[in-house]
């Protein structure tokens, strides 16, 4: 499959957008994201930007107050999935211009249209920014 989940995660750990791509009870959700967060929010800046976790692995980069994570499968390729990371932050940034945790609270939802735009069933579809924003823009021309 590839991409098994995205989160970004603030300073302070507070989940601001999940989005997965297999099952999970909610519990199971809630226990996963904690782990994580923890481990990636506690390694130097020093440290590589990849962890191995259970049976994924998690990519990560921080952006200004926020952390963004992707766990994957072990075969993946984990500099991909940093440029991924990139590209939705430049997609972002784009469309709220300089994109920020008030940002993704705010419109949660556009956030999530564009990551659905991007990525369908753990796998990578779109990496042109202007067609991951046409849609949004035309919603919002309407509303």
């Known amino acids: 499959m590839g991409i098994r989940f995205v989160l970004m995660v603030n300073k302070q750990g507070q989940t601001r957008l999940a989005q997965y791509y297999e099952y999970l009870t909610l519990e199971e959700r809630r226990a996963l994201e904690g782990e994580i967060v923890r481990k990636c929010l506690a390694?130097?800046?020093?440290?590589?930007?990849f962890v191995e976790h259970r049976n994924y692995k998690v990519v990560y980069r921080r952006y200004a107050s926020l952390f963004f994570l992707v766990?994957?499968?072990?075969?993946?390729?984990?500099?991909a999935i940093l440029e991924f990371i990139h590209l939705l932050v430049e997609t972002m940034d784009r469309h709220f211009g300089n994109v920020c945790e008030l940002d993704i609270m705010f419109h949660?939802?556009?956030?999530?249209?564009?990551?659905?735009?991007?990525?369908?069933?753990?796998?990578?579809?779109?990496?042109?920014?202007?067609?991951?924003?046409?849609?949004i823009q035309?919603?919002?021309k309407t509303s």
């Open 43 to 49: 390694r130097t800046e020093q440290q590589c930007s």
């Open 71 to 79: 766990g994957v499968d072990n075969e993946e390729n984990e500099l």
């Open 108 to 135: 949660l939802e556009k956030a999530h249209f564009m990551l659905e735009e991007m990525v369908m069933n753990g796998c990578i579809v779109e990496t042109s920014k202007s067609n991951i924003l046409t849609p």
């Open 138 to 140: 035309l919603m919002d």
